[in-house]
Structure formats: C-alpha cells, structure tokens
C-alpha cells in the first residue's frame, strides 16, 4: 500500500506557502539520502508558493523516516514579503496518509483507460525495450495522468493512480467546497507550537538543538 505524504500550509499566510516548496525540496532530499523514493503526485516543477504538495513514498527504512518528520515544522524567516511585519515563525504540518487509491470508490475499473509506452530519458536498454510508463484516463471526466518515474510498469500503474486520485479529488473539491474529506480537513488542523523540527533563515537550514 502506497503512503502519501502532505506538507501543508493550513491556513497560515504567505510565508507558510513559501516554505512548503522549500520544506518539500529538503524532505525529498532526505528520502534519496535514505534511500527511499519520494515521488510528487502532481508532475510539475515546483511552484515558488503552494498550499500544500504531496508525494508518494516508499521504501526500506521508511518508518523511522517517517518518524522524523510527521509532525509540526517551523520555520524562522525575517519575510521579504512584508519587512517590517514582526512576526518571524512560520508554521506547515508534515502528514502521512497510508491510502490505497483501488480503494477509494472513485475508480471502478470500467471507468479507466489504461495504456501503456516505453518510457523515456535515461535508463539505457531497460528504457528503449520495455513498456513502462503509463497513461489512465478517467473515462467520466477525460482527466489524464501518467507516470514513467518508475521502472517497473506495475509500479508506475500505482504512480499514476495516485495522481489520478490526486487529480479527481481536486476536480471534486473545486465543484464541493463543502465536501471536505479527512485528508483535505488536516490542512485546516495545523497546530503551532510543540514543533517536531526547526528550520531557520533561506535557504532554510536546521536548526540543531
């Protein structure tokens, strides 16, 4: 079962959408130092603010990684954004969700198009002879994903489910504000103070204890 990891900036104000992007590079960072994988569930660049961003992840290790990090994350930063404003902690929320997207009732089987490529970019004979990468589309909305990240095509068939998931869930916030699901409430739950690391100044860097 895939895990899903959630920065957000809850509420908070644009110093917060500023760090989630910062915070989500020096996870990733951490993830590869471990050996795990960390792959976005949206397949953009980053952006320079966001509310929040998730990945998927996985890998040997991975609870005590995940232990190091789910919790509150402050950030200690004199913003440029507002110079004379007094405030310099800034606060986002690090979550793990275990979910498994087959089980969500959003995806019937008869409901997706599924295809599949070679993938491309490196990878040598691997890359040019197999059909890895691949391509969902969700019949009822035509929203399309893909992913190649990966080399295997079941693992890349999991990837994309995820962003499909990620997908439809955007599409049905946006038409059902209201319609608020455990994973999207957590961003509105993000609790300052007790914060389980500390980050200080850009680029950001841990403050030790």
Same mark, same amino acid.
């Given at each position: 079962?895939?895990?899903?990891?959630?920065?957000? @900036?809850?509420?908070?104000? @644009?110093? =917060?959408?500023?760090?989630?992007?910062?915070?989500?590079?020096?996870? !990733?960072?951490?993830?590869?130092?471990? $050996?795990?994988?960390?792959?976005?569930?949206? @397949?953009t660049?980053?952006p320079?603010?966001? $509310?929040?961003?998730?990945?998927?992840?996985?890998?040997?290790?991975?609870?005590?990684?995940?232990?190091?990090?789910? $919790?509150?994350?402050?950030?200690?930063?004199?913003?440029?954004?507002?110079?004379?404003?007094?405030?310099?902690n800034?606060?986002?929320?690090?979550?793990?969700?275990?979910?498994?997207?087959?089980?969500?009732?959003?995806?019937?089987?008869?409901?997706?198009?599924i295809?599949? =490529? !070679?993938?491309?970019?490196?990878?040598?004979?691997?890359?040019?002879?197999?059909?890895?990468?691949?391509?969902?589309?969700?019949?009822?909305?035509?929203?399309?994903?893909?992913?190649?990240?990966?080399?295997?095509?079941?693992?890349? !068939?999991?990837?994309?489910?995820? !962003?499909?998931?990620?997908?439809?869930?955007?599409? @049905?916030?946006?038409?059902?504000?209201?319609e608020?699901?455990?994973?999207?409430?957590?961003?509105?739950?993000?609790?300052?103070?007790?914060?389980?690391?500390?980050?200080? $100044?850009?680029?950001?860097?841990?403050?030790?204890?």
């Amino acid at each position: 079962m895939p895990t899903i990891l959630q920065i957000s @900036a809850g509420q908070g104000p @644009a110093e =917060c959408r500023v760090f989630v992007p910062l915070l989500a590079e020096i996870i !990733r960072r951490e993830a590869g130092e471990r $050996g795990l994988s960390c792959l976005p569930l949206t @397949a953009t660049s980053p952006p320079k603010e966001a $509310g929040s961003l998730r990945f998927s992840v996985k890998g040997e290790g991975f609870d005590a990684f995940r232990s190091g990090w789910e $919790g509150t994350v402050k950030w200690i930063w004199q913003s440029t954004l507002r110079p004379r404003w007094p405030r310099k902690n800034w606060f986002v929320k690090v979550t793990f969700f275990d979910f498994s997207p087959e089980d969500s009732g959003r995806l019937a089987p008869a409901d997706l198009r599924i295809e599949t =490529c !070679r993938a491309s970019g490196p990878g040598g004979q691997h890359v040019n002879t197999t059909d890895t990468a691949v391509r969902i589309v969700h019949l009822p909305t035509q929203v399309a994903v893909t992913a190649s990240e990966e080399r295997s095509q079941t693992r890349n !068939r999991a990837l994309a489910l995820l !962003r499909l998931h990620e997908k439809l869930h955007l599409l @049905a916030d946006a038409r059902h504000a209201s319609e608020k699901e455990e994973m999207w409430l957590d961003h509105y739950r993000l609790e300052r103070g007790g914060a389980l690391r500390t980050f200080r $100044g850009l680029p950001p860097v841990e403050v030790r204890s």
